[in-house]
């Protein structure tokens, strides 16, 4: 089969759109599951222990996609693993709305993940390989579709919810959006790019260079921070005195924006300056709406959005530039370490709730809701994720500034 080193503009924009179209069912999930968590506790008597785990599968999922994704992308190909993705998705999401209890929204929930993971895993190399010269920008570009997709899926489960429209037709939603894709992903042909770099052995070899591990550990706390606040906003919010969900879809809303336009931020700061604004805003952001009540958190949100809103794909990025000799397996595994650390601290951040609640209660603190102190708690506890950011990221600052300086003297 001939391998194509160039595709056309009109290939290229259709397959951007499946990519898109692709992300915005990934990030609908995130969106409906997060404005659906009460109503499952309440349907299925579960706590929100119990709802940490069904979360934790979703984020199980997508690093378990992402890792096989990434393996098997050079022989396998994008359109193999998008086509994967649909069809987990469309299992996932039937099992969800025929789930009877724990274990069926557990088992559906980890196929959703899986289906988020293999978008991620087919469409990241996929744009980096289409646009070889604008990887960062390009990527940031496509990623404006993961906080779009929130803010679709937010307003969609604020308005079926406040209709009293059931959470299995919330669902259901979400399978509009993922038959137009599947049907357009199979209707297209995708050229045979030449491989991003090397083959699998130098892919793996490369994940244990010491800036890829220090980039890795350093995605799990960027993700905690982004997704680990916004999953389980409607908790953690719910008695702040502001609507979680329109919270979240503000937040998701200004990423979009500031995604859509982060090429001149990229080109002035550069990746790892982006990174370490990002980690300062971040830490402010998320200990302000620990603070924060009433109006007060709306503003407190719009600094935590501008924060985290260049954390995904700038990491991405940063490893397709940086660490090249990756590949598309280093591209998947940055952000499969991301959400395995999800899948770990989503339990223990329930349980944070779980715990906050019973000493609220306990302490029975005349005109305080005991929701409000446990979501703040929480809150305080999650801004410990971006503070150590800040320190990572400074030094990665001044590495990669050396590293710079040092290949001009040379040149």
Not at 253 to 258: E, S
Not at 376 to 384: E, H, S, W
Request: with cysteine; glycine share 10%; aromatic share 10%.
């Amino acid at each position: 089969m001939p391998v194509s080193k160039t595709i056309s503009e009109k290939d290229s924009t259709r397959i951007f759109t499946i990519c898109c179209l692709a992300l915005l069912v990934t990030s609908m999930t995130f969106a409906i599951r997060a404005g659906i968590l009460s109503q499952l506790g309440v349907e299925f008597a579960l706590t929100d222990a119990q709802l940490g785990w069904i979360n934790a599968m979703a984020f199980l999922g997508f690093p378990v996609a992402m890792m096989v994704g990434g393996a098997v992308y050079n022989s396998l190909g994008a359109k193999n693993l998008l086509i994967i993705a649909f069809v987990c998705h469309l299992v996932g999401l039937l099992l969800t709305i025929a789930a009877g209890g724990f274990w069926g929204l557990l088992i559906s929930t980890f196929f959703i993940g899986f289906a988020n993971g293999a978008v991620e895993a087919g469409c990241n190399p996929l744009i980096a390989e289409t646009y070889p010269k604008n990887k960062t920008t390009m990527l940031n570009k496509f990623h404006v579709w993961f906080p779009g997709g929130i803010v679709v899926g937010a307003l969609i489960s604020k308005a079926m919810t406040d209709a009293g429209l059931g959470w299995q037709l919330q669902i259901a939603v979400m399978l509009i959006p993922a038959f137009i894709y599947g049907v357009m992903t199979l209707k297209q042909h995708f050229p045979n790019f030449v491989r991003i770099k090397g083959s699998t052995r130098e892919n793996v070899k490369a994940l244990f260079s010491p800036l890829f591990i220090f980039m890795a550990i350093c995605m799990t706390l960027t993700t905690t921070a982004e997704l680990g606040t916004q999953q389980w906003i409607e908790r953690i919010l719910g008695a702040s005195g502001a609507s979680p969900m329109l919270i979240m879809a503000l937040i998701t809303g200004l990423m979009a924006v500031g995604r859509y336009f982060a090429g001149p931020v990229i080109h002035r700061l550069n990746p790892t300056g982006v990174l370490l604004f990002s980690a300062i805003v971040a830490t402010a952001g998320i200990y302000a709406m620990s603070i924060a009540t009433g109006s007060m958190v709306y503003f407190a949100a719009i600094l935590f959005a501008i924060g985290v809103m260049y954390f995904w794909p700038t990491m991405v990025g940063f490893v397709a530039e940086n660490i090249p000799q990756s590949g598309a397996l280093g591209m998947s595994m940055i952000g499969g370490a991301g959400m395995f650390a999800l899948s770990i601290w989503n339990p223990v951040i329930g349980s944070w709730i779980d715990g906050a609640r019973e000493k609220a209660n306990a302490a029975a603190i005349a005109g305080v809701d005991p929701e409000l102190i446990a979501g703040q708690t929480v809150l305080a506890n999650l801004a410990v994720f971006p503070a150590v950011l800040i320190v990572a990221f400074s030094f990665l600052y001044i590495y990669m500034n050396k590293k710079h300086m040092n290949k001009k003297v040379i040149a």
